[in-house]
C-alpha cells in the first residue's frame, strides 16, 4: 500500500496568514493526489483533485501543486471558515490511501 | 440535486453485524464508483472498499476482507455496506462518498452513519 505522510499534523494561524500543507507519498502516484477538507462533525469536502484541479465551488485562495512524491496545499489568505482539519489522498492506486491530516487551528 | 443519503445512527453488541445503505439521487448511479470511508473517533479516514454500481465488481481493503460486504440495488439506487461481528474497535463514522473513476477524487459524499458497538 502507499503510505501517505503529511505535515505538519497541526498548525495555528491567524485569519490573512497564508499557510502551506504538505503530503509525500511513499512511492511516485504522478498527479493522482486529492485535497479534502472536514469540519467537526461533518463529512469530507473535495477541495482540489489531481494535485492541482480546483473542485467547482472552491474558492480561489485554495490551490495545490506538485507531482511524483510530494505535494503542497496553499491557502493564500485563511479566513475564519477555514479552520478545519485537511487530508490528502492518493487515487493512483488500490487502495486509497489518506494522509493523517492537518488540523488547522486559530492562532 | 446531486447527494448521497445513508441511514440513521446504530447501537450494536460485540459479535453483531449492521448494514449501511447509502441512497443516490440527482445522478446516474451506474456512473460512479462508490467508496466506503470510516473515521474512528477523534481519528483520520480510512478507506474500507469501493463497489461499482453498474457492474457489481468490488474491492476490498485487505484488513476488511472477510469482514465486510458492500453490494448495490440499481431498482433503487442504493448502495449497503455490511460489517459482521462487529468489535468495539469498530465504533466510527462510516461515509460512502462517490467518485467518478477510481482515479479522481471523491467528490460527493454522505452525510455519515454513526455506529457504536458496546455492550
Known amino acids: 500500500d502507499i503510505q501517505m505522510t503529511q505535515s505538519p499534523s497541526s498548525l495555528s494561524a491567524s485569519v490573512g496568514d497564508r499557510v502551506t500543507i504538505t503530503c509525500r507519498a511513499s512511492q511516485s502516484i504522478s498527479r493522482y493526489l486529492n485535497w479534502y477538507q472536514q469540519k467537526p462533525g461533518k463529512a469530507p469536502k473535495l477541495l482540489i483533485y489531481a494535485a492541482s484541479t480546483l473542485q467547482s465551488g472552491v474558492p480561489s485562495r485554495f490551490s495545490g501543486s506538485g507531482s511524483g512524491t510530494d505535494f503542497t496545499l496553499t491557502i493564500s489568505s485563511l479566513q475564519p471558515e477555514d479552520f478545519a482539519t485537511y487530508y490528502c489522498q492518493q487515487s493512483h492506486s488500490t487502495p486509497p490511501t489518506f494522509g493523517g491530516g492537518t488540523k488547522v487551528e486559530i492562532k | 440535486q446531486v447527494q448521497l443519503v445513508q441511514s440513521g445512527a446504530e447501537v450494536k453488541n460485540p459479535g453483531a453485524s449492521v448494514k449501511v445503505s447509502c441512497k443516490a439521487s440527482?445522478?446516474?448511479?451506474?456512473?460512479?464508483?462508490i467508496h466506503w470511508v470510516r473515521q474512528a473517533p477523534g481519528q483520520g479516514l480510512e478507506w474500507m472498499a469501493w463497489?461499482?454500481?453498474?457492474?457489481?465488481?468490488?474491492n476490498y481493503a485487505q484488513k476488511f476482507q472477510g469482514g465486510v460486504t458492500v453490494t448495490r440495488d440499481t431498482s433503487i439506487i442504493t448502495a449497503y455496506m455490511d460489517l459482521t461481528r462487529l468489535r468495539s474497535d469498530d465504533t466510527a463514522v462510516y461515509y460512502c462518498?462517490?467518485?467518478?473513476?477510481?482515479?479522481?477524487?471523491?467528490?460527493?459524499w454522505g452525510q455519515g452513519t454513526t455506529v457504536t458497538v458496546s455492550s
Open positions: 462518498a462517490r467518485g467518478s473513476s477510481l482515479y479522481d477524487g471523491m467528490d460527493v
Open positions: 440527482g445522478y446516474t448511479f451506474t456512473g460512479y464508483y
Open positions: 463497489i461499482n454500481p453498474n457492474s457489481g465488481d468490488t
